[in-house]
């Protein structure tokens, strides 16, 4: 079983800049077995979004509306994986949701990221 604990939403005004924080923690086979984490967003009215990943290689994969604002990161030691977003725009107004995979898939209880105009 894997606890997330998901933080760093808020109020910004566009071009500014916010960082989640998503950390993991339960048994450590559960830990162990982490094969990626990132978050998706959902947007009253649009399709839920994959934003960022992050594998346990250390590949990234951003969606292409992020890339070169946003930026994911992790700290093995404390399996926490954050989400540096710069630039921030409207459009980006969201819950952001946070997501570890394992054998099996865990969510945060996301958190909301508004961005005015």
């Known amino acids: 079983q894997v606890q997330l604990v998901e933080s760093g939403g808020g109020l910004v005004q566009a071009g500014g800049s916010l960082r989640l924080s998503c950390a993991a923690s339960?048994?450590?086979?559960?830990?162990?077995?982490?094969?990626?984490m990132g978050w998706y967003r959902q947007a009253p009215g649009k399709q839920r979004e994959l934003v960022a990943t992050?594998?346990?290689?250390?590949?990234?994969n951003y969606a292409d509306s992020v890339k070169g604002r946003f930026t994911i990161s992790r700290d093995n030691a404390k399996n926490t994986v954050y989400l540096q977003m710069n630039s921030l725009k409207p459009e980006d107004t969201a819950v952001y949701i946070c997501?570890?995979?394992?054998?099996?898939?865990?969510w945060g209880q996301g958190t909301q990221v508004t961005v005015s105009s």
């Open positions: 992050i594998a346990r290689s250390g590949t990234r």
């Open positions: 339960g048994s450590i086979s559960s830990i162990s077995s982490i094969n990626a």
């Open positions: 997501y570890v995979n394992t054998f099996l898939t865990y």
